[in-house]
């Protein structure tokens, strides 16, 4: 089933005769490097679920070999597309993983993941074997990878990188009519929860979002004040407590606490590096710990679950922003 609002499926019509399909060969200007595409790429390995689930939506798994770095199970609406496509590691795959597969385009969501200090490889690395290496805008434009564990915002979160990020994808793959029909949806539905948002009309509510720990002793890694969570909650009118540029930053419970925010939104994925991965561990935490259990949001039970992947700049994130409203809603009335 085709999972389209009428928007969308006007505007695959609307460019259905307009669209010109892709010119190869193609050069694109990637985050300042210039990467060419002789041909359509086959063989595609992808390097982290929002740039896999993209491709899926522009209907591109028979063209890909690999795919990396899960947060949360696929989209059940990828599911049989998902199947028939190999998954090389639930996290970060090896350079030699990637490259077995003979891949001719290798997209990430993560510039960590390729950049100047790869956990997979660098782009020189790619480009000595003929790979075009991408990094989706998302995660490259006003951000520098190279400052924190998680990279640094200079600007906030600007949705447009990602309407470019799956623009330039379905460019790469010649599937522009796809990629324009899957933009109109999502903005349609974003437009929609913004105006969700102006009804509820939250008048100085605040939120903080947990994403994992290293260990639950530790400080969590928090949502920073330009990122991607930061965005969501700024739609809805909710006020990030966490202020730091940084993109996910440690931050003591003291610190939260002494904010006291409103509403506190976790995340729940189906990776398990660290034991706060799991939603579960962190209700206990939040429960029994001395601080947390103390704070106003916690004692009340104000308290949103949402997909890890849903905090990323891919389709999931309006999923996320669809599920946080209808939170918000719930807590609100």
Known sequence: MNHLTLTALLAMTATAASAAPTAYPLTVDNCGHALSFP?????????????????YALGQADRMAGTSLWFNAVLPRFEEQNARVARISDNAPSFEAVLARRPGFVPTMFEWMIGAEGAVGTRAHFAEFGVPAYVMPTDCEGKDNLVGADGTRLAPFDIQTLWDSIDQMALIMDAQEAGDALVADLKAREAAVAGRAAAMKLEDASAAV?????????DPFMAGGMGVPAWMLERLGLRNVVTTDE??????????????????????????????????EKLRFLRSDPVTSRMTAVREGRIVILDAEAMHAGIRLIDGLEALAEAMEGLSR
Not at 39 to 51: F, K, L, T
Not at 256 to 280: Q, Y
């Open 39 to 55: 041909q359509r790429p086959d063989n595609v390995v992808s390097i982290g679920q929002a740039a896999t689930e993209i491709l």
């Open 210 to 218: 947990w994403f994992s720990s290293a260990d639950l002793q530790l």
């Open 247 to 280: 993109e996910w930053p440690s931050v003591g419970w003291e610190t939260i606490a002494r904010a006291d925010p409103s509403v506190l939104v976790i995340a729940r994925m189906d990776r398990r590096r660290f034991p706060a991965d799991d939603h579960e």
